[in-house]
């Protein structure tokens, strides 16, 4: 086939379109994914210009879930299975500064900023209670007995005043006063329930229950439920974006990401993941519409257009990719 001078400008055309659509894309995508690492006691930090790790650092033994401030400058990482420990990392310098001891409420696992983004509450499964912690100066404000067994995760609605666990042995959801450090009351919940957030406003709850395989959400002023979704084996975490729009709902077994209308409670749609994914961890981009999610047993993080379903890229991590969270800070690499 003979291009014409004409043809030719047409394809020189396209191709510098398709070019400058992708540096744009790219331009949107910046900053660093961190992201914890169960079988390597590490956080890997991912640069999202370059999809490459470019720092790892380590952390105390058996880190689960990661929790980063709004600013995205501080990072911490609840050592879970053997650690009993915070681990925290300022993350603008790409450092560990401290390692706080939680020797006394020990299993710490779910872990989320207070209001002032200088305390974290976080769960404590062996001692089932709710702790506060200074993550600058590493000294314990309080522990908050749940009454339940099993306290697994928290949430915190946008005041952080309130503290929910949700307690797996006793199939309970705690409803902590953190003003008082006491407990308020107890929510009944299907059986063993893990996952959970509040909404913004502190007005419904959302719990997963891995038993019974249920999505619940309770309505908080009468704490009595309006909404259930069936069809779940283990519905790993439930998360809302920014604006409140959406809902995500990652089951591990299953292999699958479901996306609710937040305020309608419908599921919109069911993304098929591969079966050997282990969808685990969900961190919202600022844009409140792509999703980091990461994939347990392929060791790896996709991310996730939410209006359209669609996967737009993969992140490389380390062994066992769970807990995860977004930064703005851009790394040099090692």
Request: no cysteine.
């Amino acid at each position: 086939m003979t291009l014409t001078f004409k043809s030719i400008r047409i394809v020189v055309l396209v191709s510098l379109l398709f070019t400058a659509f992708i540096s744009v894309a790219d331009e949107h995508y910046v900053g660093t994914v961190l992201v914890v690492n169960k079988g390597a006691d590490t956080v890997s930090f991912i640069d999202l210009s370059s999809r490459e790790i470019v720092k790892t650092l380590p952390t105390g033994k058996g880190p689960h879930e990661l929790a980063i401030t709004q600013d995205g400058k501080w990072a911490v990482t609840t050592d879970y299975v053997g650690g009993n420990s915070l681990t925290v990392i300022d993350v603008e310098n790409a450092k560990v500064v401290r390692t706080i001891s939680l020797a006394n409420y020990p299993r710490p696992h779910g872990i989320l900023f207070l209001d002032a983004q200088t305390h974290v509450a976080v769960s404590s499964e062996g001692s089932d209670s709710a702790v506060i912690v200074n993550i600058h100066t590493g000294n314990i404000l309080t522990g908050i007995d749940t009454t339940q067994q099993g306290s697994h995760m928290v949430a915190l609605s946008k005041t952080a005043d309130v503290i929910y666990t949700t307690n797996m042995g006793s199939n309970s959801v705690s409803v902590l006063d953190a003003q008082t450090a006491t407990l308020s009351h107890i929510i009944p919940m299907p059986e063993t329930p893990e996952a959970i957030t509040v909404n913004d406003a502190g007005t419904r709850l959302w719990v997963g229950s891995n038993k019974d395989g249920l999505v619940s959400v309770f309505d908080l002023d009468s704490d009595k439920m309006i909404s259930q979704f069936d069809g779940y084996t283990f519905p790993y975490r439930i998360l809302l974006n920014q604006n409140q729009q959406y809902a995500v709902v990652p089951d591990y077994r299953q292999n699958t990401l479901d996306i609710f209308d937040a305020e309608t409670l419908k599921r919109l749609k069911r993304i098929e993941l591969a079966n050997n994914a282990g969808p685990k961890g969900v961190s919202f981009h600022p844009d409140g519409k792509t999703l980091f999610l990461s994939l347990y047993q392929q060791n790896n993080v996709i991310a996730v257009d939410i209006p359209s379903g669609k996967v737009l890229f993969t992140l490389p991590t380390g062994d066992g990719p769970d807990g995860i969270g977004y930064s703005p800070f851009i790394l040099k690499r090692d």
